[in-house]
């Protein structure tokens, strides 16, 4: 589900990116896919169904086909050819910087992408700059949201605020007040999304009891992050924390083995 979203978010964002009409190259998009992680290994699987997702969207916008996006058979006959341009983010702020000046210099007039918030958010600076529109399918930070900062980008993935409110109000509901956080450490986008729970547990009435994070590739760390939240964490002055009976686990479904069997 996760994967056809995403794709189907780029296809949405090309819609919304095919109606600009600027004077510099209006026919010109670049994609700027995630083709490689941070390491510099080539993403496949997810990743290059989504790529393609987005040169079929490139296809239906120039025949007019509404098959996946029905707004797609509604643009103007009038308006020209989409051309593309291929460009990789490499998964980084640097990567995606990289990939908006190549666009530029080869006469982009709009970006569909990057897909990271950490790589979204230079980028959306330099647009805001130069007047370039960027439509983004998968960032979700918070602070993107910000018009005055990033007046020319926008995204079809909605803003990490909204779904750490569901998941506050949902242990709220279940009559759960003072909770912990586990969370995995990493880049901005998940530092942003453990805030923004923090802010939702702030505005609806709830306690963060602790936070304790664990790295993304550390098995033996999740399972003792769990173990220190289930136990209590030790404080200053010999003091111990008491154990977290409820804890809101933020991280993707790789990390779930450890934790759930700990």
Not at 199 to 212: F, N
């Amino acid at each position: 589900v996760c994967e056809c979203a995403s794709a189907l978010g780029m296809l949405l964002g090309f819609a919304s990116s095919a109606y600009f009409d600027g004077a510099r190259n209006a026919t010109r998009l670049g994609l700027m896919l995630r083709l490689h992680s941070e390491s510099g290994e080539p993403l496949g699987g997810v990743w290059t169904a989504i790529s393609c997702g987005a040169l079929l969207g490139v296809a239906d916008a120039n025949s007019r086909n509404g098959r996946i996006v029905p707004e797609l058979a509604l643009l103007d006959s009038s308006l020209p050819q989409i051309e593309t341009l291929i460009l990789d983010s490499n998964s980084t702020a640097r990567g995606g910087i990289e990939a908006y000046r190549t666009g530029i210099l080869w006469g982009a007039a709009a970006f569909v992408g990057p897909a990271k918030s950490a790589t979204s958010q230079p980028v959306a600076s330099l647009a805001s700059i130069d007047e370039i529109p960027v439509v983004s399918f998968w960032a979700s930070a918070p602070n993107l949201a910000k018009n005055n900062f990033y007046s020319y980008f926008s995204r079809v993935y909605p803003s990490d605020s909204l779904p750490a409110l569901a998941i506050v109000q949902w242990a709220i509901d279940s009559g759960w007040r003072h909770m912990s956080i586990l969370t995995v450490s990493g880049d901005v986008a998940r530092l942003d999304f453990r805030l923004a729970v923090e802010a939702a547990c702030a505005q609806l009435g709830a306690h963060v009891h602790t936070v304790a994070s664990f790295d993304s590739d550390d098995a033996e760390g999740a399972r003792a992050a769990v173990r220190k939240l289930a136990g209590g964490m030790a404080m200053g002055g010999g003091e111990t924390m008491q154990p977290s009976n409820v804890i809101l686990l933020l991280c993707f479904d790789d990390h779930l083995d450890p934790i759930i069997t700990e």
